[in-house]
């Protein structure tokens, strides 16, 4: 037996470490689920068409209407699907393509009064699971 104790300070350093960058990953969960939802109540205030955002019938204001409606949308699904997959990766579990399935059909209902919105934000959510996949 050594006369000296071992000095187990870089035991605690990294225990400490790993609580700290567990908690600031629960804080990330909590913070782009947050963002989700107030994309959410945006996209559902815009395209149920309780709050327009312009009034003018020109052609030029039309196309920026339905590309700010749509952006909200898929700014939702994308916020959505980081918190959540965060989320599952901090518990350990892989994410369900039922979640993945029930974000896309949610989006896809913000956007059932207005076609052109509907088509553009299928194509997107299209490509940005096409790129969650390929990527991840």
């Given at each position: ?103 896309f059909i949610l989006s896809l209902i913000q956007a059932y009064r207005n076609s052109w919105v509907f088509g553009f934000t299928f194509f997107g959510l299209i490509v940005i699971i096409a790129y969650f996949y390929f990527v991840q």
């Amino acid at each position: 037996m050594s006369k000296f104790k071992k000095n187990d300070t870089r035991s605690k350093k990294s225990i400490v470490k790993s609580k700290l960058d567990e908690e600031f990953a629960y804080k990330s969960v909590l913070l782009t689920a947050i963002i989700s939802g107030i994309l959410l109540v945006i996209s559902l205030l815009f395209n149920t068409q309780i709050i327009t955002i312009f009034m003018i019938e020109n052609t030029i204001w039309f196309y920026i209407d339905i590309i700010i409606k749509t952006l909200v949308i898929l700014l939702f699904f994308l916020f959505g699907m980081i918190s959540i997959g965060n989320y599952k990766e901090l518990s350990g579990k892989p994410l369900d393509f039922k979640i993945v399935l029930l974000l896309f059909i949610l989006s896809l209902i913000q956007a059932y009064r207005n076609s052109w919105v509907f088509g553009f934000t299928f194509f997107g959510l299209i490509v940005i699971i096409a790129y969650f996949y390929f990527v991840q």
